[in-house]
């Protein structure tokens, strides 16, 4: 994500990734240069931290916020456990 200057924003979150999913979007007008292209999503669920970084200080949280789907090339490193 870019900010109106051009810059590439980032963002420290935490959260639990739940899901990977993979698919092909469908080759209709309405998803312009995305149809007929496979991508692989990601369903989080964020943990609300109040903004807190735990690099810079301890980091707590009591509640999570609302699940998100996002393009998995936007989370960068990914740490825990694997429920197979």
């Given amino acids: ?35 007929g292209k496979s991508i692989i999503l990601a369903l989080v669920k964020p943990w609300d931290t109040d903004g807190k970084v735990a690099s810079e200080e301890n980091v707590f949280f009591k509640d999570r916020k609302v699940k998100i789907i996002m393009d998995i090339r936007s989370l960068k490193t990914v740490v825990g456990l694997v429920k197979t």
């Fill in 1 to 35: 994500m870019r900010d109106s200057a051009g810059s590439i924003l980032t963002r420290t979150g935490y959260g639990d990734l739940e899901k990977i999913i993979a698919l092909v979007v469908p080759a209709k007008p309405f998803f312009g240069a995305l149809g």
